[in-house]
């Protein structure tokens, strides 16, 4: 079983910058690969950007391509996800997840976290 908890979520002017992280613990064979997905209301939840925990190899949805970076820290224990240049449509709940697929669709990851706020205005 893997625990994930997301923080770092808030308020900033388009514009800004935001660094929510995730903190996992438990297996870490169940944790090959962790991502960050967003969920804006009456939208589908998207993917935003992965990172292979073993090669740490990163993906990124268009959208976000250029403004956004995940990483890892040393004890790939925790997840960042730098978020620059942030605009109003980033708005949305954001959620840590894992799983061992490294994919960018929901379907990957069996394990997520209780989402953070991520508001531009």
């Known amino acids: 079983h893997v625990q994930l908890v997301e923080s770092g979520g808030g308020s900033v002017q388009a514009g800004g910058s935001l660094r929510p992280s995730c903190a996992a613990s438990g297996y870490t064979y169940n944790r090959n690969c962790m991502a960050w997905f967003r969920q804006a209301p009456g939208k589908e939840r998207e993917g935003v950007a992965r990172i292979a925990t073993g090669s740490g190899n990163t993906y990124y949805a268009d959208s976000v391509k250029g403004r956004f970076t995940i990483s890892q820290d040393n004890a790939k224990t925790t997840v960042y996800l730098q978020m620059n240049s942030l605009e109003p449509e980033d708005t949305a709940t954001y959620y840590c997840?894992?799983?061992?697929?490294?994919?960018?669709?929901?379907?990957?990851?069996?394990?997520w976290g209780q989402g953070t706020q991520v508001t531009v205005s």
């Open positions: 997840a894992a799983g061992t697929r490294c994919l960018l669709t929901p379907d990957g990851y069996r394990f």
